[in-house]
């Protein structure tokens, strides 16, 4: 009896260890603080299934631009959702990009292939937090002089899964190279596309 379960459990175990090697290896690419971040929140989700990561990594749209970001999503406790994005432009320094997540997760011709903003609510676009605004309408982030930038925002109009009026899996982020005016329909004026990446669950 005894040596049968254990010979059940084993397999699982080693399983187990082995998928926590791999994901530690990918994050191996990116700075030390995100290691330490992402290493902690496997750790939850693996052993317990309650929490969700997902994840985007930006990219130039164009061979001459460049730039990089990413995004990280942490489904909180209290079930929202934290974004957490950083970009990394130097070419736009000292300015400020608009970032939205856009409807679909294409990011090819130039970043068109995303389509609009995502707007699973069909309200108007506009500044987050207002009294009307579209699910992807992160907004403005002021760029450093290094062309740095950091935002984190939690909603609970985001899921990672599920319902598809709220799951983040399969949108695109845009980086823009212009300013959202949080007025223009239904885009914001924000100029073309200079980023783009697709959210993955990790
Ligand atoms: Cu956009
Ligand atoms: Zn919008």
Redo the contacts with the bound molecule.
């Keep these: 009896m005894k040596k049968k379960s254990l010979w059940l459990i084993l397999p699982l175990f080693v399983g187990v260890m082995a998928a926590c090697t791999n994901t530690n290896d990918t994050n191996s690419t990116q700075d030390s603080s995100m290691h330490v971040d992402s290493m902690a929140m496997d750790t939850t989700s693996g052993m317990n299934g309650m929490t969700a990561n997902a994840h985007a990594d930006i990219a130039a749209t164009k061979t001459d631009t460049s730039g990089s970001g990413r995004v990280e999503l942490i489904k909180k406790d209290d079930g929202t959702v934290e974004m957490s994005l950083s970009l990394n432009f130097p070419k736009m320094a000292n300015k400020t990009v608009?970032?939205?997540f856009?409807e679909h997760g294409d990011c090819g011709d130039a970043g068109k292939g995303?389509h609009?903003?995502w707007n699973p609510t069909n309200e108007a676009h506009g500044k987050w937090g207002s009294a009307a605004y579209h699910s992807?309408d992160i907004g403005n982030v002021q760029l450093n002089a290094e062309g740095a930038g950091t935002v984190t925002v939690s909603s609970n109009r985001w899921t990672i899964g599920g319902d598809e009026k709220t799951n983040l899996l399969g949108r695109a982020v845009?980086v823009?190279s212009g300013v959202?005016d949080y007025k223009t329909q239904p885009?914001?004026n924000?100029g073309s596309?200079i980023g783009c990446g697709v959210i993955s669950g990790n």
């Design positions: 608009a970032v939205h856009h995303a609009g903003h992807g845009i823009h959202d885009t914001g924000a596309r």
